[in-house]
């Protein structure tokens, strides 16, 4: 393993293979009906990536902010058919006036952001009375999802547990914040069942195709992958079948910002 941070850039070309056109996401659906309910007009992704939930969201008609670190995401994200308001920067250093939007949200991006309670802070700030932050990922320290790769590749849970802030701390920076009516609750569970060599095929199997195992050296990656191909190999011997399975709990983490200082 080399560190902590991911260099997007190098993997922004290929990112977007994991949105095939085929599927449709809940967490998208869920977006979609917070910005109907909060009658969002602006909206800001942090870490937006190449921008495809804010395309999505773009049919409510809000104008639609993206603030990403990587050149590369930006870049992608200038090629989505929604016109998109585009910013290089820090989750935790948030380069807009307060109270400017009603919805702020951000994807699979909160354990990247280092300080994540700054990032917290940040919203709450940009957020106007009554707005909401929504904060989508997954929680590794919850223990109630499984994926393979945690068991197969050295060292990519432990990074997971140390890069992901836990659902409980969330929380209670929310509330710390000031945000109020906070809720947890999963909004999409990914169930992928790979049998036998068919995980081989896996495209999240590929070396950049996620944060986790693009954190990891050619060898440890070359390791894991050697480690699957025992498996299957003493699967075959013994004529069992081997099943690698994906597991995941996404959730949202949901806080609202007082609408005055009197309603919290
Ligand atoms: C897993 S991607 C998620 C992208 C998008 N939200 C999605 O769901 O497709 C994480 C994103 O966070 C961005 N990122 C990483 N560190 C960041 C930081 N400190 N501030 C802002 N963005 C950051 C990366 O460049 C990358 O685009």
Redesign the pocket.
């Known amino acids: 393993m080399n560190s902590l941070k991911l260099n997007?850039d190098q993997i922004a070309s290929q990112?977007n293979q994991r949105y095939p056109a085929s599927q449709t996401w809940e967490r998208g659906q869920a977006l979609l009906e917070l910005a109907g309910q909060t009658n969002a007009k602006t909206i800001l992704?942090?870490?937006?990536?190449?921008g495809?939930?804010l395309n999505l969201l773009n049919q409510t008609g809000a104008a639609m902010y993206g603030?990403?670190?990587?050149m590369g995401?930006l870049q992608q994200a200038k090629g989505q058919p929604a016109p998109l308001h585009l910013s290089r920067?820090?989750?935790?250093q948030l380069p807009y006036r307060s109270a400017t939007f009603d919805l702020l949200y951000?994807?699979?991006?909160i354990h990247?952001?280092?300080d994540h309670r700054a990032f917290i802070l940040e919203a709450y700030r940009l957020l106007k009375p009554g707005g909401a932050l929504a904060i989508i990922g997954h929680d590794p320290h919850e223990g109630s999802s499984n994926w393979y790769a945690y068991d197969y590749f050295d060292t990519v849970y432990d990074t997971d547990l140390r890069r992901y802030p836990s659902g409980n701390s969330v929380l209670t920076w929310m509330e710390q914040a000031g945000f109020h009516s906070i809720t947890s609750q999963v909004v999409e569970h990914i169930q992928n069942v790979h049998v036998g060599e068919a995980i081989l095929n896996d495209p999240f199997l590929k070396h950049n195709a996620t944060?986790q195992l693009a954190l990891l050296d050619e060898q440890t990656y070359e390791a894991g992958l050697e480690r699957i191909k025992q498996a299957l190999s003493a699967a075959k011997e013994s004529g069992e079948q081997i099943l690698f399975r994906s597991d995941i709990h996404v959730k949202m983490f949901l806080g609202y910002k007082p609408r005055s200082i009197y309603s919290a």
């Open positions: 997007y990112y992704e942090v870490g937006s990536g190449t495809f939930w603030l990403d670190y990587s995401m920067g820090l989750g935790t951000c994807v699979d991006a990247h952001f280092g944060s």
